[in-house]
């Protein structure tokens, strides 16, 4: 679909508003039963992935969600959404567990990208999000993605290798963000909305080109219709992706065909 500055931007200005539901927001609204898990077992705990037990329907799920809060200090406190090592080591964790005990896994995505910092570096930012991205393409049991927001680069495929990869309509997935894009493609940061046409960031754009699998309207968005909704979809699907003897094999062809 041919987007224009105004509609590719837009959807950047629409996917960062502070009052858009959150991973929290979708947790404590689509699922029953929540119980959070912390920590990675290994060097702490990122606020900013949140993850745990949970029932879909009355069915047991593993649950993984970047959490950005909505007022300044949450968004400061949750590192504004930009996943830590530790939080994709937590979401391996889990990961691992769900295949243990034949959980299904999904996991909501709302990142600009992850962790940038000297820290993240001399933690292994990378290498976290490479064995999440090893451990989704092995995991022998359902996974869907919803990208409900921000879908930045690595750090938002670092949960996103999945069986199903869905975007809310006002969403938008991309290898980087229109600013850096822009910085690095013309060194000029008004041309942000330019790049953001250039990049098909849009949730049209991801779906005609096939790295999406379904747009969630936003109707009602944040209220009990569009969670119902939402919730109805995920248990109707995961129920088909369960009952599918050939799951590993399609989702390799799936990021084959990319």
């Not at 590192?79 to 990961?95: C, D, I, Q, T, W």
């Not at 879908?151 to 997935?173: F, H, I």
Request: hydrophobic letters at 40%; glycine letters at 10%.
């Amino acid at each position: 679909m041919n987007r224009t500055v105004s509609d590719a931007y837009a959807a950047v200005e629409a996917a960062r508003n502070s009052s858009r539901p959150t991973g929290l927001d979708y947790i404590s609204n689509v699922f029953t039963s929540f119980l959070e898990l912390h920590g990675d077992r290994g060097s702490g705990d990122d606020p900013s992935l949140v993850g745990g037990l949970a029932r879909l329907d009355g069915c047991p799920v593993t649950v993984l969600a970047v959490e950005k809060g909505h007022t300044a200090r949450q968004r400061q406190a949750r590192n504004f959404g930009s996943v830590h090592p530790e939080g994709y080591r937590k979401a391996l964790r889990l990961m691992r567990q769900a295949q243990k005990f034949r959980r299904p896994v999904v996991c909501f995505v709302d990142t600009a990208g992850a962790g940038c910092g000297l820290a993240d570096e001399q933690h292994g930012i990378g290498q976290a999000i490479a064995e999440n991205l090893k451990e989704l393409a092995g995991l022998s049991v359902p996974v869907i993605s919803v990208i409900i927001g921000e879908g930045g680069s690595g750090g938002a495929l670092g949960l996103a290798l999945a069986d199903q990869v869905w975007m809310l309509e006002g969403a938008y997935y991309s290898v980087i963000s229109p600013e850096g894009c822009a910085q690095i493609l013309w060194k000029d940061p008004k041309k942000v909305s330019e790049a953001a046409v250039c990049l098909h960031l849009t949730a049209d754009d991801a779906l005609a080109l096939g790295v999406t699998d379904r747009i969630i309207q936003e109707k009602d968005i944040g209220k009990k219709p569009f969670f119902d909704r939402l919730r109805e979809s995920l248990s109707e699907e995961l129920q088909k992706l369960g009952q599918d003897p050939d799951l590993l094999a399609k989702r390799y062809a799936r990021f084959r065909r990319f």
